[in-house]
């Protein structure tokens, strides 16, 4: 356990980040896990309304620092060409 002000004040910061750390990568993973149901069903205006909401979501962690900007840029790109074969059928 740590023993200096400064550290006890550090170890107070991590245990905030974590928790929101963690709610901001459980929103974004329950997000991905919806649109990813979506397409597996054959309704293509659901998963393209949820498509939106996912892509903001995914852009918000983003900017939260959660994910790293070419991983959601991998993301994205990965859903919208799953979106597509599911628009196509």
Same mark, same amino acid.
């Given at each position: 356990?740590?023993? @200096?002000? =400064?550290?006890?004040?550090? +170890?107070? #910061?991590?245990?905030?980040?974590? !928790?929101?750390?963690?709610?901001?990568?459980?929103?974004?993973?329950? +997000?991905?896990? &919806?649109?990813?149901?979506?397409? /597996?069903?054959?309704?293509?205006?659901?998963? #393209?309304?949820?498509? &939106? /909401?996912?892509?903001? %979501?995914?852009?918000?962690?983003? #900017?939260? &620092?959660?994910? @790293?900007?070419?991983?959601?840029?991998?993301?994205?790109?990965?859903? =919208?060409?799953? !979106?597509?074969? %599911? +628009? +196509?059928?």
């Amino acid at each position: 356990m740590a023993n @200096h002000f =400064s550290a006890l004040k550090r +170890a107070r #910061q991590t245990e905030k980040r974590t !928790l929101v750390n963690r709610a901001n990568k459980s929103r974004l993973r329950t +997000a991905l896990r &919806g649109l990813r149901e979506a397409i /597996a069903k054959p309704d293509a205006k659901a998963a #393209q309304s949820s498509f &939106g /909401a996912t892509v903001s %979501v995914i852009d918000k962690a983003v #900017q939260k &620092g959660t994910i @790293h900007k070419n991983t959601a840029s991998r993301y994205k790109s990965r859903l =919208s060409a799953r !979106l597509k074969t %599911v +628009a +196509a059928k």
